[in-house]
């Protein structure tokens, strides 16, 4: 089994290498197409800002490259949010393999931005969730996708909003399955099995 990390400027991808060696899995981090087109898996993670990695990917060719993949990806945080069509953050163009705007959060009460730590998972409907109706995982985000007919999962900070999506063979998640312990790892090996 082949799977590909994409390489770009977005951190946290040594924290995915590690969770996927935890598997029994020797991922290749990598920004070559040839290598990324062999993989048998994808993963695109990301932790940064969303219109400068989306300059970095256009640098790269990655922007328009990565929506012709065929087999299983899986986008991760800011990867999940630069699959979809724009975010309002920093007014940012995205590679719109899902028809989707990503959203500034704005609290109602006392709540605080970004939405950081453990929250739930709801209304799981996918072969990359199974067994995790109910469970635990890690957020960090300011911005969020709202509810959509390719929501999967479901989490509620100040309001219901999507917290996994799938169309195809793209899936995407807003949580860190790499820094969500033993969930993680089941999602984890839940792609890993698609």
């Given at each position: 089994?082949?799977?590909?990390?994409?390489?770009?400027n977005?951190g946290?991808?040594?924290?995915?290498?590690?969770?996927?060696t935890?598997?029994?899995?020797?991922?290749?981090?990598?920004?070559?197409?040839?290598?990324?087109?062999s993989?048998?898996?994808?993963?695109?993670?990301?932790?940064?800002?969303?219109?400068?990695?989306?300059?970095?990917?256009?640098?790269?060719?990655?922007?328009?490259?990565?929506?012709?993949?065929?087999?299983?990806?899986?986008?991760?945080?800011?990867?999940?949010?630069?699959?979809?069509?724009?975010?309002?953050?920093?007014?940012?163009k995205?590679?719109?393999i899902?028809?989707?705007?990503?959203?500034?959060?704005?609290?109602?009460?006392?709540?605080?931005?970004?939405?950081?730590?453990?929250?739930?998972?709801?209304?799981?409907s996918?072969?990359?969730?199974?067994?995790?109706?109910?469970e635990?995982?890690?957020?960090?985000?300011?911005?969020?996708?709202?509810?959509?007919?390719?929501?999967?999962?479901?989490?509620?900070?100040?309001?219901?909003?999507?917290?996994?999506?799938?169309?195809?063979?793209?899936?995407?998640?807003?949580?860190?399955?790499?820094?969500s312990?033993?969930?993680?790892?089941r999602?984890?090996?839940?792609?890993?099995?698609?």
């Amino acid at each position: 089994m082949k799977i590909a990390i994409i390489k770009y400027n977005a951190g946290n991808t040594q924290s995915v290498i590690n969770a996927l060696t935890r598997l029994g899995i020797d991922p290749i981090l990598t920004d070559d197409k040839q290598e990324i087109l062999s993989a048998d898996k994808v993963i695109f993670p990301g932790v940064g800002e969303a219109a400068t990695t989306m300059n970095h990917l256009n640098e790269l060719k990655l922007a328009e490259f990565i929506p012709s993949l065929k087999q299983p990806v899986l986008g991760i945080c800011l990867g999940m949010q630069l699959m979809c069509r724009y975010s309002e953050e920093n007014n940012t163009k995205c590679m719109g393999i899902f028809e989707l705007d990503v959203l500034k959060f704005k609290p109602l009460n006392s709540e605080q931005v970004p939405h950081m730590g453990w929250n739930t998972l709801k209304n799981t409907s996918s072969p990359l969730l199974t067994g995790l109706e109910d469970e635990h995982v890690y957020f960090v985000h300011s911005y969020y996708v709202p509810l959509n007919d390719n929501s999967i999962a479901t989490t509620d900070y100040i309001h219901p909003y999507c917290s996994a999506i799938n169309k195809d063979n793209f899936y995407a998640v807003q949580f860190h399955p790499e820094k969500s312990s033993i969930a993680g790892a089941r999602i984890l090996d839940n792609f890993i099995k698609l």
